[in-house]
């Protein structure tokens, strides 16, 4: 009796595990200010455009992927074909294998992890896990 008692709740908590899991996927987070507005906009802008990063006149999605990772091909075809449908959005795909500092200085944990950039180059919203179209939309509102 005991083992079957085991067995319920090892059962419930990775069903529970699985449904928070499940529901952080996509989900856009506000990011918090890192420094000053004008300090983090000059820090941002010349950061970017060392990595070859065009930012958006509006927003910019920066995806942070790896080769081996099936939900980040299906998070750049949404992102690719919102920032094509709408005018000043860019999207860029980095492969987290070749930036290890970024990943790091970014505290990335997951794959594909989206960052939505002001026209500064700012990160003010952040998503961890596949996209779906409106989850993008929603993270292009935050940028205004």
């Given at each position: 009796?005991?083992?079957?008692?085991?067995?319920?709740?090892?059962?419930?908590?990775?069903?529970?595990?699985?449904?928070?899991?499940?529901?952080?996927?996509?989900?856009?987070?506000?990011?918090?200010?890192?420094?000053a507005?004008?300090?983090?906009?000059?820090?941002?802008?010349?950061?970017?455009?060392?990595?070859?990063?065009?930012?958006?006149?509006?927003?910019?999605?920066?995806?942070?992927?790896?080769?081996?990772c099936?939900?980040?091909?299906?998070?750049?075809?949404?992102l690719?074909?919102?920032?094509?449908?709408?005018?000043?959005?860019?999207?860029?795909?980095?492969?987290?294998?070749?930036?290890?500092?970024?990943?790091?200085?970014?505290?990335?944990?997951?794959?594909?992890?989206?960052?939505?950039?002001?026209?500064?180059?700012?990160?003010?919203?952040?998503?961890?896990?596949?996209?779906?179209?409106?989850?993008?939309?929603?993270?292009?509102?935050?940028?205004?």
């Amino acid at each position: 009796m005991p083992q079957v008692v085991a067995l319920v709740v090892l059962l419930a908590v990775t069903a529970a595990v699985g449904v928070w899991w499940r529901a952080r996927q996509g989900r856009v987070r506000v990011a918090r200010p890192a420094a000053a507005p004008a300090e983090a906009a000059q820090t941002a802008q010349a950061q970017w455009a060392g990595l070859g990063v065009t930012l958006g006149e509006r927003a910019t999605f920066l995806q942070l992927s790896a080769e081996v990772c099936a939900p980040c091909r299906a998070t750049a075809r949404v992102l690719g074909s919102l920032a094509a449908a709408e005018d000043g959005v860019a999207h860029h795909e980095l492969d987290v294998d070749h930036h290890l500092d970024l990943v790091s200085r970014l505290h990335v944990l997951t794959t594909p992890t989206v960052l939505v950039l002001d026209p500064d180059g700012v990160e003010i919203a952040r998503a961890s896990g596949a996209m779906t179209p409106a989850q993008a939309r929603q993270a292009l509102a935050l940028a205004g």
